[in-house]
C-alpha cells in the first residue's frame, strides 16, 4: 500500500492533479534540526525542466512542512509534508482516452480498483516520488548528522552505452570510484548525471537521438551507501537486500535490481568472489574485507564496508511514435502521445534511488538500535573472538561475576 | 524480521541445530482441503542429497501439521507446521570456529547480535527455508484450486553458460517456452534442473569440475508464474514486482532480480519495448499484450500475462579451497572447510524460488479480494472503454450495453 | 504511533499550533461517492464552541480532501484530508511553563521525547482527533450505504449522575432504547448530549456548577452500532471486542472501556448471561439471540446483534483551582490555568467515539470480506446445522460430485 | 489475527485437540539466560486442575522451546515453543453438537469462517492462551533482570463480593496494597487468589455455591505492574494504555478493562483528580506523583508510576444447567453441558492477565528504546526543567558550540 517502513515510517498520497501531493513521516528521531531548507534540495533536483533531456514542464514543487516541528526541531510526533499541485485540474478527455497506453498503468489500473484518475497516470505518475523523496530527507539529514552516513547515485548506463567501471564488478578502481563520489561531482555532469565526461557526453547524445526520433532509451542508476553501521539488516525476511530491492523496485519504471556484483557475480568462482577478511583500517576491535563483491552486505546484514547497487530503469512508455494498439473497447486503433515526455528517466531517477535508499537505512538503524539498547541492558555473553571454544562455552570457565549473578556464562568483555 | 506477509501471512522459525524448525501461517482461507501430503513434495524437492552434485547430508525432512486443521480441512485458524533437526547437536568447536568464514554471515551475525549460534549459520542456513517452502505449500493448493495458478522455476545458467533462450527478452520462441514448463519437465533434467538436454549437460559439467576443483560457482533461477488474476499488486510501495523482488531477496545467497526484460530490457527502444494491447484472445472483455516484456506486470500490478523473473545466485561461500583470511581476533590465517560442500546451489534454489514466489502471489491476491468485495458492494462508477469523457463522468450518458450487463460501464445510480 | 487499521489504514498528524491537522487514509474502496459533504457535519460536531458549556473557541475547521478522489468518486488511492490550524504561532511562555500540568501529558511526553510542543499539549490534545474523525467520514459513507451500518453515541453519565437505563445491562427497555437512538436525537438534547430531557437538565446543571467553580468533572460516553454484519472481528489477538478497546481507550482521557454487560455483567450468573439463540426474526438461515449481554460479539466476532459499549472519561486536567505542585526544577508552587477550559468532555467526545467505533468496523470488514472471498472460491465443506456428525465429518457420506473432484468431503450445500 | 506486539512479537497457534499449542517470538533479545524452566511456572499457575474450584483436567502442559537459543542463551532469533496437546483426537459428536452453545464462539466461528473445530471451541478455548503464557515468559524474565519490572494480578472479585480497599481508587491503603503484593502471597490464597483472608473465603464459598448449582459467576482481576520505565507507549493510537486494553480485551471472556480511577474515577472532581507532581523520592533529577488515580500513565505514556488496571470476566458460558436455546438448524430444543466445567475463571486468569501485561510493556520498550537511542545520538536541544522560557527557546541564549554546528539552540544538558 502507501506505507513504507515500520519503526522509520512514510506514508504518501496525491496524484498528477488533485490538490498536492506529499507524505507524514511516523517515527521521526526528535530533536533533530530540521527545517524546509533541508528538504528542498533533493526535491529540485528530482523535478522535471532541469535541462533540454528532461520534460519541460517547470513544477517548482516547494515543500510546506505542515506539523511536527516546533522553533526548527523535530518533536518526535508525525511530520506531514506537502507540495502543492500547480495543475489542479482534472485532465479534458480527448482520443487518447480511449486507449490504455502500451506499458502504462491505464489499463491494470482500471482492471484493479474499477477506476482510474483521469490523467497523467494517477499514483503510477513520478510525480508520487515526492513524498517519498521528501521524507528521505529526514532520513539523510539525521544519518548525516550521527553516523555520517551518504547516499550518492549516478547513471551508470543508457541504452547500450555502460560506463564500464561499473561492469567490472570489485575492480579496485571501481571501488576507489565509488569512494570518492559525491553528489557535488555528479551534478557537474549535467544533463545525464554521470560521472565520466566521456560518458556522460555520449550518453547525453543518445538521449538526444532517442528524443528526436519521439522514441524512448532505458538505463541504470547505481548507487553508494557510505558509512552505514555494520549489523543493519532484519533476517530472514527482511533482509538489508531484500529492503533494498523492495525499495528500488517500488520506484516506477523500475525493471531489475543487483547488490554489489549483482548478476556479473554469478560467473565468479567462489574462491575469488569471497570477500577475505582483513583487520580493519581504522578500528582495531572490527574486521574489514579485502574485496567487496558481497556489496556490504552478508547474511543479509550490513557490514559495514561500502554498500552498492545497480537498478535498472526501461525505457519510458510514454513516446511521441505512432503505435498500433488496441482500444478498451476491444477496437484496433493508432495511438500517437502528443507534447513533449521524458525520453529517458534515468537523470532525474539518481534523487529518487537515493530516496528510498535513505528510507531503508533508516528504518533499518531504528530496529538494530532498538535491539542494541535490549542487548545492552543484559550481562555480556561469553563470545568467539578467539576464545569461543566448547569448554567456555560449557561453563567450565565461568566467571566469578557470572557465578553470583547466577547468570551463567558472563564475561566482562569478549 | 521473520514474518512475511499482510492477509496471508508467514512466520518462520528455526536454526540449523535447535530442535526443529518450522513455521505459523496465518490467514489460510477456511475450508481448504489440506494433509502433509500437500506439503511434503516440494520439501523433498528442496532437500539437499538428491544427487552427487549437491550435499550428501539426507535430511529426510518429514513435515508435521501442528493445527489449523481437521478432518483434512483447513479451519481458517493459524497453521503451524515443522519439521524436526536429526541433528539437534550444537556444533562441536574447532580450529574453524576462530574464523568468521568469508562471504558468511558469522561476522555480522556475532556483530548484530552479539552471539550466534555455534554453527551451521544459524538462520542464515538455507535450512530455514523450510518453514518458507512449507508455508508455500497452502498458497500454491489454494491457487491451483481456485485460478490453476502454476509456479515453475528452472536453472538458467550456470556460471557463464547461460540457457540462450532465457537471454531473449521476449523472443516468441521464450514465450512459448515458459508457457509450456512443468515442473515434472524441469525435474526431468536433474541433476541441474535445465529444462534442456544440452545445456544441463553442459552445466552439470560446469558444476562437477568447480566440485572437483573444491571450489564453487553461481548460477541464476528463473521463474514463469501463470494463470495470474489481473488486478494483484498493491501500489505505491508494494507494487507485485518490488514484493517479489523483496521476496527472492530474502533467499540466502541471491545478488539480483530482474523481472521481465529486466537489465537487458534497458536497452530496448520504447517503440519496440512499449507492450501494445491486442483483443484478449479468450475474454472478449479484457484486453492482452502483443508482446510481454513486462513480465506480466505494469504500474505494479499484474495485468494477467504471464510473469516471469530471474534470480542471481552467488557461487556458495563455503568452499574447500585454502583461504587466506583473518580470525576473530584479527590475527591472519588460513581457512580449509572440511566435509562436502554445494558447489552451486541454484538446482536446490528452485523450489525455494517458486515458494517465494507463491507467498507473495497468495497475500497479493488476499488483499485484492479485499478490494474487489468492498468496491462490489457499491454501484458501478461510469467507466472509459471508449466513453470516458467528463460528461459520461457526470452521469449523464447510460450505455444501453452497460445496462444490459449491469457491470462494465454503468452509471445510474449510487 | 500514529497509524491506526490494518487493511482500511488511517494515519494521522499534527499538534495544536502548526499549520494544520490531518490524515492519510489508505485503502479506500474505489468507486465511493465522496466530498467534503461527507466529512465535514462530525467535524463540526466535534468541535468546541457548541454551547456554553464547552471552551468558547471556534476554530471553525473546514476540511480540505487533496488526494484519492475526481468527479466525486474515490479512486482508491490514498485519501489525503486536512483542517488549517487557525493559531499558528507557538505560544508564549510564561510563568506557567515552568510547571508540568498535572495529570496532562507535559511531563511524560518531554520525558520521552525529549522535547515537546511549546503549548496545547501537542499530540495530546483533542485536535489531534480531527483527523481521525475525518478518516471516520469515509468509513461511515461506505458502511451505511453498502450496510446501513449506524454509530450512534450519546452521554450516559456525567459525574455521579447516570442515565438510569444504562446501567441495567440488557433490559429490554434499554435494549429498545439503542435500538431506537439517532443522531438527532441524541443532538436535539444539546448541551450534553443525553437523550433524556430530565437527565440532559441534570447533567447539564452539574457540568454548569464545575464550571462556575473553575473545576471539572468526568463522565461516560455509551456507543450502539447497528446492523453490523455477522462475521467481524480477528481471533485471537484481534477479537473485535478488544479492537473497539484499544480503539476508545486511544481517545484523550480514556480510563475505562465495558462491552454489552461490561462491569455489572460480572455479577450475573451464567444462567441468566448466557444470550440463548433464537430463530432469526428476519433470516430465516440464521439465529438471533433473546437477550443481549454479550453486546453483540462472542468469541471476539460479531454475532449481528446491536454491539454496544460503554467508555469512562475522566475530569479534564486543565482547571482553574489552584494547584500545590512542582515544578520542572523540582521547586514546589503552586499552578493555576487562565483562561475558559472545558468543564466536561463527554458532549464533544461523542462524536469522537462513534468516529473511532467506525475506524474499528471498517477495518474488520475488509479483513473479513476478504476471507469470504478466499472461501467462497473453494468448493464448500460439510458443515453442522443438523448435519454434523462424525460418520459425515469422516467422509462415509462422500457426494458423488466431490468424489469426481477428488477433494474429500464436499457438498453442494450446507 | 494471531500475532501481537511490533518489536517485540507473539505469534500464537493451536486448538484444543489438535497437535500442539504453542509460539513463535519474533524480536527476542539476544543474550538472555533462558531455558524452559523459566517459563514453565506461569503455564503451572494458568493450567486447569489446581483446586477443587477450577476444571478437574490436568493438562500437564510441559513446555518445549524448539529454536532461538543455545548453550541456555537467547541468539536473538526466533524462539519457537510448544506444549503437546494430550488428547489430540477431534471430538466425538453427540446431541450436543446440534446446538450453537449460547454465549460461546461456536455460532460466530461458523458464520466466520464457513467451518469450525470440532469441539472445545478451537481458537476461542482457553487453551490457546498456553502461547501467550509461553512467550511472556521471556519477557518477564527480560524485564526482570534489565528494570526489576515485576507484574502481579490477583481476583478483586468474585460475582458481587469486591475486595473493598480495590473499590477506593487512590486510596493511600490500596497504593501501599499494590506497592507491596507478590506472587507468592496472591498464591497463598489459593484457590481463589483474592490476597485477603476473608475475602478469599467469602469468594471461595460463592464460587462452590455456583458450582453446585451447575451455575457460574464472573469476577474481576486486578493487575499492579511496578517499576515500569518512564516513557513507554506510543501516541496517538498505540497509548499504552490503549495497548493494555487491546490486550486484555484479547483474553477470552473479558468484558470490560480500566486503568488506574477507572469508572470510579469519571466521578472525581478535577481537582481531586489531577495527580500533583512532588519531587522523586528518590531520583533528583525527576518527579513522582503525589497521588496515583492516573494509573501510572498520562497522555498514553508511562509516567513511571505503578501502572494498575482491572479487568472484567463474565461468568462461563459452559454451564451444566439447562438451557433452553435453539439449534443451528432453528428447531427449539434444551441444552445441558455434561461433565465439570470452570464455574469461574478469574483464579485462573490471574497469569494470564500477567502474561498480556508483560507483553505490552516489552513491546512498549522496545520501542521506547530505539528512540532513546536515535535522539541520545543527536546533540540535546534546550528544554524546560525551569530554564524553559521564550528567550531561550528563540535561540537568545545560543551556546557557542550550537553556533559553530549551526543547530541552534543546543545544550550540553539539561
Redesign the interface.
Known sequence: ????G??F?V?????S??????C?V??V?????LTEEDIQPQLSRRRPGQSALTTPRNEKDRV?????????????????M?VLNEDQR?H??SEM????R????D????????????SG????SAR?TIGRVAAAGIAEK?LR???NTSFTAFVS?V??IHLPLTQQPDSPEYMEFLSNLTREKVDSFLPVRCPDAEYNEKMGQLIAE?RDKK??????VTCVIRNVP??L???????L??????????I?A??????????L???????I???????HPTD?T??A?ATN???G???????GQNIYFKV????????G?A?????????PGTLEAKGRHDPCVVPRAVPIVEAMAALVIMDA???????????S?????A????L???EV???SERTEEAEKKG???VFGDE
Open positions: 500500500m502507501s506505507t513504507f515500520s519503526s515510517r506514508t504518501t498520497y496525491g496524484e492533479h488533485c490538490r498536492s501531493v506529499g507524514i511516523d517515527g528521531p526528535p530533536g533533530l534540526p510546506q512542512i505542515h506539523s511536527g516541528t516546533e522553533f526548527g526541531y523535530t518533536l518526535g510526533t508525525p511530520v506531514a506537502m482534472p479534458d478527455y482516452d480511449l486507449y490504455p502500451p506499458s502504462h498503468a489499463f491494470t489500473y482500471l482492471q484493479k480498483y474499477g477506476i482510474k484518475a483521469s497516470g494517477g499514483r503510477s508520487e539525521y548528522m550521527t553516523h548506463s541504452g547500450p532517442y522514441d524512448s532509451i532505458g538505463g541504470t555494520v549489523g539488516g532484519e533476517p530472514c525476511f527482511d533482509k537486500e531484500a529492503k533494498l530491492a523492495h525499495a528500488m523496485m517500488s516506477p523500475t525493471k531489475g535490481f543487483e547488490i554489489g556484483s549483482g548478476f557475480g554469478t560467473e565468479i568462482p567462489g574462491s568472489h569471497n570477500d577475505k577478511f582483513i583487520p582495531p572490527s574486521l574485507t563483491y558481497s556489496g552486505i552478508q547474511g543479509g546484514i550490513s557490514n535498472a530503469f526501461k525505457s519510458p512508455a510514454t513516446i511514435v503505435q498500433d494498439t488496441t482500444k478498451y473497447n476491444g477496437q538503524l531504528c530496529l538494530q538500535q532498538s535491539r542494541e539498547a535490549a542487548r541492558a543484559l550481562p555480556r555473553v563470545q568467539p573472538m578467539g569461543k571454544t566448547k562455552m560449557d561453563g547468570q551463567g556464562v
